[in-house]
Nanobody, 125 residues
């Protein structure tokens, strides 16, 4: 059973930064695709950023250039560094994972079997 624990959310003013963390409880996590999703009230869940087992990264257009996904294999932890935050980034953020390469398209939330509990990010103007 793979467990993901995400953390690091909070409240910040527009232009600020936050770093989210996702700890993955499987020793073979280096062979997993791990993706960050977010869901704002009344909106569908959307893919934000993904990292392949080989370290290749992918980003959605709204966050490209502002967010950075990375992983520390020694700590089994994935990070999402969010800079230049905007009020429209306000959402509940989830990390999700699946064995092997990321599904196609990587933004398809139904393709992921393992999910964190979510961490709230609120950006005020």
């Amino acid at each position: 059973q793979v467990q993901l624990v995400d953390s690091g959310g909070g409240s910040v003013q527009a232009g600020g930064s936050l770093r989210l963390s996702c700890e993955v409880s499987v020793y073979t996590y280096v062979r997993y695709c791990v993706t960050w999703f977010r869901q704002a009230p009344g909106k569908e869940r959307e893919g934000v950023a993904a990292i392949e087992p080989d370290g290749t990264t992918r980003y959605s257009d709204p966050v490209k250039g502002r967010f950075t996904i990375s992983k520390d294999n020694a700590k089994n932890t994935l990070y999402l560094l969010m800079n230049s935050l905007k009020p429209e980034d306000t959402a509940l953020y989830y990390c999700a994972s699946d064995p092997g390469r990321c599904p196609l398209p990587w933004e398809a939330s139904t393709s992921y079997n393992y999910w964190g509990q979510g961490t709230q990010v609120t950006v005020s103007s």
